[in-house]
């Protein structure tokens, strides 16, 4: 079977209509993920008794398990046993279990930006009169961040890939329509071709802008 160029490079404009699915997904999960992120790691850092020994089960689920098997729970397990989930939409469930997902990575990827700022900072700041809350969010946390961008940048990346995987619950996005075109039209090659070409781009994309914030951000410091 011949390579057919033109069919090629007409898969372009066609996928790109549902390129918005796949970023939006990634954007907002990484957003959500980091919230939560944000909140787990000093918690579990605090080491609470009860408390940090629960953020750790969860990490370790979320990290431990394929998010395949996560979305299947949170789109058909769940519903059957709470039914005001039997509503969330194949969208909702995605971003649930990217934003899950992602947070469990994000906390490690914190907390270990946190560990990594000196302690006689906390220390310091602590001695002119700073409570440790002030200490912390003034501090050590906007270092940390700075520290944490490349990895919560992968993690963005990591997202926006996995975000394909929305085809299994019946959401039509980029990779559905290559696949769909794939099955109309025989041209296989072509549609897999140009949607990981399209991938490609949008990540490169993204990791471009990652390295104009790390620039940005590592001028104040």
Known sequence: MNFSVGYFLNSFPDLLKYIHYTIFMAVISTIIGLVIATILAPIKMLKIKGLSQVIGVYISFFRGTPLLVQLFVFYYGLPQLIKPLKNVTPL??????LSLCGSA?????????????????????????MTK??????????QAIRVAIPGIGNQFVDL???SSLAFVLGLTEILARAQMNAASSFKVMESYLSLAII?????EIFN????????????AY
């Open 199 to 203: 991938y490609w781009v949008t990540v």
């Open 133 to 142: 809350f002030q200490a912390f969010t003034r501090i050590i946390y906007p």
């Open 208 to 219: 471009f802008l990652q390295r104009i914030i790390e620039k940005r951000i590592s001028r």
């Open 160 to 162: 926006l890939k996995s």
């Open 92 to 97: 909702e469930a995605m971003i649930l279990g």
């Open 105 to 129: 990575y994000m906390a490690e990827i914190i907390r270990g930006a946190i560990e990594s700022v000196e302690k006689g900072q906390m220390e310091a700041a602590l001695s002119v009169g």
